[in-house]
């Protein structure tokens, strides 16, 4: 069987990782918009990627695929050598894989046309749930950095009860925190206490200021404006919100600055973490991918 061909495209740090990553399990990976002298031995650089994508199996994008949708994302090399994504998909092999992190609405558009065959990582169950406790350790670091006390003691609120709200909770239990989760679903509520969480049933508005009322930061993981103004009126001001959720997040910003609550938005936290952890999970979860489809 012939070695399979990979171009991996620029990114930040978790690019570098996943290049040293897929080079231990890979003959033939080839780099664009990194500086060679960050690639490992094994990596072939490209000074141009029209070159590099000939003949090949699969080009890995970064993670955002592109900041404007327009251009591949190439915070590391050069954004005047960056293709659009347009370009890259026309002159890729119709029968070549394009891997991305949150692919948006012209990427898939394109693809589509060509039909390319588009695998978005971001989305994978695989890395979602290997990105549950890179997050919960950024999301300790930054508590450690901004509540005036150590972990042990500390009174968090935790909101929803998903992957990474269930990967922080047992960090912070490990270290000695006074936990609560607050939650919808009964069972959820249960698996919490069962850990020596005090729950909370999250059906009305209220709920989460009695979650609040004692908690010196909140962590939130639910992905819609659960703090509204209704909430955080009646929050105590002193109490920090983490909120972790994708967008538009848990938090209404417009009233959480009227109300002097303070907010911190931390979104990518395995990236802006632990970049080599974060790179090593996309590259297994590509290579789990890959070797779905019979590219290696």
Same mark, same amino acid.
């Given at each position: 069987?012939?070695?399979?061909?990979?171009?991996?495209?620029?990114?930040?740090?978790?690019?570098?990782?996943?290049?040293?990553?897929?080079?231990?399990?890979? +003959?033939?990976?080839?780099?664009?918009?990194?500086?060679?002298?960050?690639?490992?031995?094994?990596?072939?650089?490209? !000074?141009? #990627?029209? =070159?590099? &994508?000939?003949?090949?199996?699969?080009?890995?994008?970064?993670?955002?695929?592109?900041? !404007?949708?327009?251009?591949?994302? %190439?915070?590391?090399?050069?954004?005047?050598?960056?293709?659009?994504?347009?370009?890259? =998909?026309?002159?890729?092999?119709?029968?070549?894989?394009?891997?991305?992190? +949150?692919?948006?609405?012209?990427?898939?558009?394109?693809?589509?046309?060509?039909?390319?065959?588009?695998?978005?990582?971001?989305? /994978?169950?695989?890395?979602?749930?290997?990105?549950?406790?890179?997050?919960?350790?950024?999301?300790?670091?930054?508590?450690?950095?901004?509540?005036?006390?150590?972990?042990?003691?500390?009174?968090? *609120?935790?909101?929803?009860?998903?992957?990474?709200?269930?990967?922080?909770?047992?960090?912070?239990?490990?270290?000695?925190? !006074?936990?609560?989760?607050?939650?919808?679903?009964?069972?959820?509520?249960?698996?919490?206490?069962? %850990?020596?969480?005090?729950? =909370?049933?999250? /059906?009305?508005?209220?709920?989460?200021?009695? %979650?609040?009322?004692?908690?010196?930061?909140?962590?939130?993981?639910?992905?819609? #404006? $659960?703090?509204?103004?209704?909430?955080?009126?009646?929050?105590?001001?002193?109490?920090?919100?983490?909120?972790?959720?994708?967008?538009?997040?848990?938090? !209404?910003?417009?009233?959480?600055?009227?109300? @002097?609550?303070? &907010?911190? #938005?931390?979104? @990518?936290?395995? *990236? +802006?973490?632990?970049?080599?952890?974060?790179?090593? $999970?996309?590259?297994?979860?590509?290579?789990?991918?890959?070797?779905?489809?019979?590219?290696?």
């Amino acid at each position: 069987m012939k070695e399979p061909i990979i171009v991996v495209f620029g990114g930040d740090k978790r690019q570098i990782s996943l290049v040293r990553k897929m080079t231990d399990v890979l +003959k033939k990976v080839r780099v664009f918009g990194i500086p060679r002298e960050l690639l490992p031995p094994a990596a072939e650089y490209f !000074d141009d #990627w029209r =070159v590099a &994508v000939r003949d090949c199996a699969a080009v890995v994008l970064p993670l955002p695929t592109s900041q !404007d949708g327009v251009r591949v994302n %190439l915070p590391l090399g050069s954004e005047k050598k960056a293709p659009t994504l347009a370009e890259l =998909v026309d002159l890729m092999p119709q029968d070549a894989v394009l891997a991305g992190g +949150k692919c948006g609405a012209e990427l898939v558009k394109a693809a589509k046309e060509r039909e390319i065959r588009l695998f978005d990582y971001f989305c /994978s169950e695989e890395l979602q749930q290997k990105n549950a406790l890179p997050t919960a350790e950024g999301a300790l670091e930054i508590l450690m950095h901004e509540t005036p006390r150590t972990i042990k003691g500390l009174p968090v *609120g935790v909101t929803g009860y998903g992957r990474v709200a269930r990967a922080l909770v047992r960090v912070l239990l490990a270290l000695g925190a !006074d936990v609560a989760v607050a939650a919808r679903r009964q069972s959820d509520l249960e698996n919490a206490a069962a %850990l020596g969480c005090r729950t =909370v049933r999250l /059906s009305e508005p209220f709920d989460l200021v009695r %979650l609040s009322a004692d908690r010196a930061a909140v962590v939130n993981t639910v992905p819609h #404006w $659960i703090f509204t103004e209704e909430v955080l009126c009646e929050m105590p001001r002193d109490t920090l919100i983490l909120d972790l959720a994708s967008a538009p997040g848990g938090v !209404d910003p417009a009233a959480a600055a009227a109300q @002097s609550v303070r &907010v911190i #938005w931390a979104l @990518s936290l395995p *990236g +802006k973490y632990a970049p080599e952890s974060a790179g090593e $999970i996309i590259a297994e979860t590509l290579l789990s991918y890959f070797k779905e489809v019979g590219i290696c």
